[in-house]
């Protein structure tokens, strides 16, 4: 159950992070206040939170709250889809025609809460006495009612999960998958109250067979919806480290250039602190390191030229790495540039890529020789 709660508190994180960048976004909103629903639902379900739920409001209230919740999560679940329809103001009008069914199924399920003794109602699925009409009424109708939404949820799903590509699809395929085994399970339960109801037992281990799929679709679900997000982030976390280790690869290059030429050194946009903590970022630092290398390397060019050279063709990293020294200590004694600016043009290539390659790669000469 721990563990559960942890995966549902981490996808919620997540959806709450990117409601709050895009507030006005109606399926967004409707998947978070599903998580948070169903987020809720959980703690209220856990001995101790249902213990303290009930010893302030009475007996079997936790009970109530938590499946009330669960409701509530999977109409927000399908009010998800219902906005993200291409006819959205078909959408908004079916959002609220479901909103009368849960609320009656609300209702319904309330009534059957109160019209029985708290000490009669509390307890969990497995133990509460199906015999009872209100009790057996109230498991059932909540049970019917998740496995027509969660259903429906499914069915939505797939037909997404066909028309996306990857990842998007990966993550679609998840979550239909936790929906599809969530409505399932929910099916058998209502089979189990319907035996138990006419006093017939179901065997202890089904029943805890069936407790397990409902938390293994819960988390797949949950998996299912942050999937494609969370590979985004783990990709642009990636890409933060290679540009911070590239961007400390490239110091020796830059500071012998920085060095010679000042001036190609690149500072914030004003001395406001917003534009002094933005120039800080990984990503600026790191490009605008690429830019003061190559600004550095197209000033120092006139001192790199063999005695019959009018270009640099070809040119490999060690060899580069030696001249630029050998250039930098002219420049040092104050020896004045041969010529105008010319050409460099590398080993490996023109492309930007290949460009910071083979600038990594001086750079690794220029330590090594150091």
């Not at 990117?18 to 998580?35: F, M, N």
């Not at 009424?137 to 496995?147: E, I």
């Not at 290679?242 to 001036?263: C, F, G, K």
Request: charged residues 20%; aromatic residues 8%; hydrophobic residues 50%.
């Amino acid at each position: 159950m721990t563990f559960l709660l942890l995966g549902l508190v981490a996808a919620l994180g997540w959806k709450l992070y990117q409601w709050k960048r895009s507030p006005g976004d109606a399926p967004l909103r409707s998947v978070t206040l599903c998580l948070l629903c169903a987020t809720l639902s959980y703690p209220v379900a856990m001995p101790g939170g249902a213990t303290g739920v009930d010893t302030v409001a009475g007996h079997g209230t936790a009970k109530l709250i938590q499946n009330v919740l669960l409701l509530l999560a999977v109409y927000f679940l399908m009010c998800f889809y219902l906005y993200s329809a291409a006819d959205k103001e078909a959408g908004r009008r079916r959002a609220r025609r479901e909103a009368v069914v849960v609320g009656i199924f609300v209702v319904a399920i309330t009534v059957a809460a109160e019209t029985v003794p708290g000490d009669v109602f509390a307890g969990s699925f497995s133990t509460a006495d199906m015999t009872i009409p209100q009790i057996a009424f109230f498991y059932s109708s909540a049970g019917l009612y998740l496995m027509y939404a969660l259903g429906m949820a499914c069915r939505w799903t797939v037909r997404y999960a066909r028309l996306s590509r990857r990842p998007h699809s990966t993550g679609l395929w998840m979550t239909a998958v936790g929906l599809g085994v969530m409505a399932l399970a929910c099916a058998i339960r209502a089979v189990f109250v319907a035996f138990r109801a006419a006093g017939t037992e179901v065997p202890q281990p089904l029943m805890a067979a069936v407790a397990f799929l409902l938390v293994a679709s819960i988390l797949t679900f949950a998996a299912g919806v942050t999937y494609s997000g969370a590979r985004t982030r783990i990709s642009s976390l990636r890409l933060w480290l290679q540009h911070r280790r590239d961007h400390r690869r490239l110091a020796p290059l830059w500071e012998l250039l920085a060095e010679a030429y000042p001036d190609t050194v690149l500072r914030p946009a004003s001395d406001a602190v917003m534009d002094r903590w933005r120039a800080r970022g990984v990503h600026r630092r790191y490009h605008r390191r690429i830019v003061e290398c190559r600004d550095g390397l197209v000033n120092i060019s006139p001192y790199l030229l063999e005695a019959d050279e009018t270009t640099i063709l070809n040119i490999d990293s060690a060899e580069l790495a030696d001249r630029l020294r050998r250039a930098s200590a002219r420049i040092g004694k104050g020896v004045p540039a041969p010529r105008p600016a010319v050409p460099i043009a590398m080993a490996l290539g023109s492309d930007r890529e290949s460009d910071v390659k083979q600038l990594i790669a001086v750079s690794d000469e220029l330590r090594t020789a150091a």
